[in-house]
């Protein structure tokens, strides 16, 4: 794995959290994109190699949403960015990992991504991501 590309934060309100997240990092979000297949918006914060990725759910019953009502709002899931992204799914299932994904699925910000169940990694839900060529 490359680096942390992004850390995932889930939000209730969208704009309220832009403006407070825009007040936090001194910086502009500089993308917004709604993901329908996930039924999420995004907003996306460049800070220094890492970015931050707001999530706000679209529908009530969407994996943002479900993940609120459990847990509140917070941190959601932590990216890694990986230049192979089916090598690296094939080397975490045979170390026991399990994929949420059996191929790569389109994410945000063009990338192609996988997540891993939170159950084998300490409760984290870790993504896996690959800039689209
Ligand atoms: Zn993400």
Do not use: W
């Not at 832009?18 to 917004?32: A, G, Q, R």
């Not at 706000?56 to 509140?72: L, M, R, W």
């Amino acid at each position: 794995m490359l680096k942390v590309e992004h850390i995932g934060i889930a939000v209730k309100d969208f704009n309220t959290s832009i403006t407070l997240f825009e007040k936090l990092l001194n910086t502009s979000c500089y993308k917004t994109e709604t993901v329908t297949g996930e039924n999420v918006n995004t907003a996306f914060f460049k800070q220094g190699e890492t970015k931050i990725e707001l999530l706000e759910s679209i529908t009530s019953d969407g994996v943002i949403a479900k993940f609120i009502d459990k847990k509140g709002e917070g941190i959601h899931h932590i990216a890694f960015e990986v230049t192979d992204i089916e090598t690296e799914m094939k080397r975490l299932q045979d170390e026991g990992f399990i994929l949420l994904n059996e191929v790569p699925k389109q994410g945000a910000d063009n990338k192609l991504v996988c997540f891993l169940h939170p159950k084998n990694t300490n409760g984290v839900l870790i993504e896996l991501c690959q800039e689209r060529m």
